[in-house]
């Protein structure tokens, strides 16, 4: 796998991963307390390790160890890309505000 490769997929799990993690939050009870990275997180790699493995069996591309590594690297990428941004700024805004509400 190249680097242009790598981006492109990035690019599109990250993007994939971003969506499903929104409908994911919509559609969870509100009572069951996830952190919206941890569901972030799980989704990413879940959709990066699988997303990989399709590109790889679509193009005859063999499932060697190199290959599982990148699997796993794109992964936890997509995953990265996935958190960065509003989910990571809405958690820290809850958790400045819990925090005024214990010292009340």
């Known amino acids: 796998m ?6 492109i997929l990035l690019f599109a ?3 994939v991963s971003g969506l499903v993690t929104e409908a994911i939050k919509k559609i969870k009870n509100d009572k069951i307390n996830l952190s919206y ?9 879940i959709v990066g390790i699988t ?3 399709i590109y790889y069996q679509l193009n005859n591309i063999p499932f060697n160890t190199n290959n599982v590594i990148y699997m796993i690297l794109l992964g936890l990428s997509s995953g990265l890309c996935a958190m960065l941004g509003y989910d990571k700024v ?12 214990k010292t009340y």
């Open 37 to 45: 990275n941890l569901i972030a997180l799980c989704t990413s790699l």
């Open 2 to 7: 190249n680097v242009t490769t790598f981006l």
């Open 13 to 15: 799990f990250s993007t």
């Open 51 to 53: 997303g990989t493995g």
């Open 90 to 101: 809405y958690q820290t805004i809850i958790q400045i505000t819990n925090k005024q509400e």
